[in-house]
């Protein structure tokens, strides 16, 4: 196993002349810039006292400098703790004073915000959204020194310039902890999962292994998953970094008319996304299309048909950009009729499956080989099973171990005992089968099962997909009180106010949702009422619903 600090330290010296690192219409950096950011950092650390082993907290919205800093940290040998940005401030707090953190890299959407006085153990704070990394709080001398001769420490050390020959990275071992994520707290609060050096080298050689000869140097990437999640860190970021691909970062908030400007001009090679985000771009630019008399008529229409579907598809394609591989979807459930219809018209995109204690990977198909429904089959170096008597047809646990697996969760030995067993099989708290050839299909969260009265098992996402395909049901949660399943639904305003509903018609189209549904699910899943909230529900950042926020809503 290649150390993944050499990987970085070869990249830099391999593409040093080339385009790396993107904030999209602002700057960009080369790789050669990015080496000596990274070498101003490392002047910055080591005179502010950090060892390796150390923590270095970064919390800021995607940018190239959030990404130097995340470099500079493990090629340093300190400890990375990427901070998802849209957490509360008390929660940021909390995150930086367990972890131990020593220095804090944060943006200025977030410092505003924050209260230097709740993170007593930190000995700096820099910003994160200058090129020079401007220092904010200073409480020792070593860190005030550090920044204050930044520029004639870099000089005293580098007086002849500094070239790609100069690097020289920390060499890290496999099973040394390189990343402390903090998980995005779906179903509870947050842990500190323990990622090490292997399972980074191993997911970026996954990436390579299935993605490497399709894209390279003169690729472009667009990051839209936050950084402080292994999903986007991982895919949209660490491999694109290392194999050469030049990865641009928004500085707006992902909206799809924003991304949808983005795609076209910047013509991304790979796509990765959450089912939300696909899921709206085929709700307004493919559903309307298929839906029309005439387009009705085509598909029904053998000599037709195939015209209409490829046509369809590529215009979908050309609304991505026209140039990807493939959309990776993963981090969530995805609706099965969005599915369904990419399915038929043949579009390029797979559905993947992982979780933050994996870094993420666990299983994976490429889009011409990926069954439907699926979330892939286990990814290389990675085991899976399910503990069920019957793995193919009821549902159980899926147990993974394997390379990516995380050390476990930092300072919590009870929650890590109860997540790896003495096999080293990590639990993922998902249920799921697999059928014969390895494909997995998840059923849910064994949090999240329901029991029926007679004692079924009620998986309350499948419930949701076929609820989130009704008209006017934009997001929905279904929840148990006694005996009853209740439909939370929040509706779009303005499709509501589009079709011109009143408050009581859009009730009764619930009721109608509701009665067209339970034709549909066994009995012991139908609904007793829906019930419309007022605000979209409350989500983590990589947009999945904190459910557990609505277990106890008054119906």
Not at 483 to 507: I, K, N, T, W
Request: hydrophobic residues 40%.
């Amino acid at each position: 196993m290649k150390s993944f600090n050499l990987c970085t330290q070869e990249t830099i010296q391999k593409y040093w002349n080339n385009d790396a690192l993107s904030d999209y219409g602002v700057q960009t950096f080369q790789y050669k810039d990015v080496a000596r950011i990274i070498e101003k950092l490392h002047i910055i650390l080591e005179a502010s006292g950090v060892e390796h082993g150390d923590k270095v907290a970064i919390c800021g919205r995607n940018s190239a400098r959030w990404g130097i800093a995340f470099f500079a940290t493990l090629t340093y040998g300190a400890v990375a703790v990427p901070i998802l940005h849209e957490f509360h401030p008390e929660q940021i707090h909390d995150i930086v004073n367990h972890s131990e953190a020593k220095l804090l890299f944060v943006g200025d959407q977030v410092w505003p915000k924050l209260n230097p006085e709740r993170m007593p153990h930190l000995e700096g704070i820099f910003g994160n959204s200058n090129e020079e990394y401007t220092l904010l709080l200073g409480r020792t001398e070593k860190v005030k020194y550090a920044r204050e001769n930044l520029n004639r420490l870099f000089g005293e050390k580098y007086p002849m310039n500094f070239r790609a020959k100069d690097i020289c990275y920390y060499t890290d071992s496999p099973d040394e902890l390189a990343v402390l994520n903090y998980t995005s707290g779906t179903t509870s609060n947050s842990k500190g999962v323990m990622i090490p050096y292997r399972a980074l080298w191993s997911n970026y050689d996954f990436a390579v292994g299935v993605l490497g000869t399709q894209m390279g140097p003169g690729d472009n990437v667009l990051s839209m998953l936050p950084m402080a999640h292994m999903y986007g860190m991982a895919f949209e970021f660490i491999y694109e970094f290392l194999h050469g691909v030049h990865v641009y970062f928004l500085s707006k908030t992902p909206s799809p008319a924003v991304l949808l400007s983005a795609f076209a001009d910047l013509k991304p090679k790979l796509i990765v996304a959450v089912p939300l985000i696909i899921e709206k771009i085929v709700r307004k630019a493919v559903l309307p299309k298929l839906q029309t008399p005439i387009v009705k008529l085509a598909l029904h229409t053998p000599i037709l048909r195939e015209r209409v579907l490829t046509e369809v598809r590529h215009k979908l394609q050309e609304a991505f950009g026209g140039n990807f591989i493939e959309i990776i979807v993963g981090g969530a459930a995805f609706n099965q009729d969005i599915e369904t219809v990419l399915h038929d018209i043949g579009f390029n995109y797979t559905v993947g499956y992982g979780t933050t204690e994996c870094a993420p990977i666990i299983a994976y198909s490429p889009w011409d080989s990926f069954r439907q429904g699926s979330c892939g089959r286990p990814a290389p170096r990675m085991e899976v099973r399910i503990a069920s008597s019957d793995p193919a047809n009821v549902p159980g646990e899926i147990l993974t171990r394997g390379t990516n697996v995380m050390l476990g969760y930092y300072k919590n030995p009870e929650a890590t005992a109860a997540a790896i067993d003495a096999d080293g099989w990590y639990h993922t708290g998902d249920l799921g089968v697999m059928d014969a050839e390895q494909n997995i299909f998840i059923k849910g969260r064994s949090k999240n099962m329901l029991l029926g009265a007679s004692g079924q098992n009620i998986y309350p996402e499948e419930i949701e997909d076929k609820l989130a395909s009704l008209p006017f049901v934009t997001e929905c949660v279904v929840i148990q009180k006694d005996e009853h399943l209740y439909g939370l639904v929040y509706s779009d305003p303005d499709e509501v106010r589009a079709a011109g509903l009143s408050e009581a018609m859009l009730e009764a189209q619930m009721e109608e949702n509701r009665q067209e549904l339970n034709k549909i699910v066994p009995s012991y899943s139908r609904l007793f009422a829906i019930r419309l909230v007022p605000e979209e529900f409350e989500k983590t950042p990589k947009r999945s619903i904190k459910r557990y926020k609505y277990l106890n809503y008054e119906v």
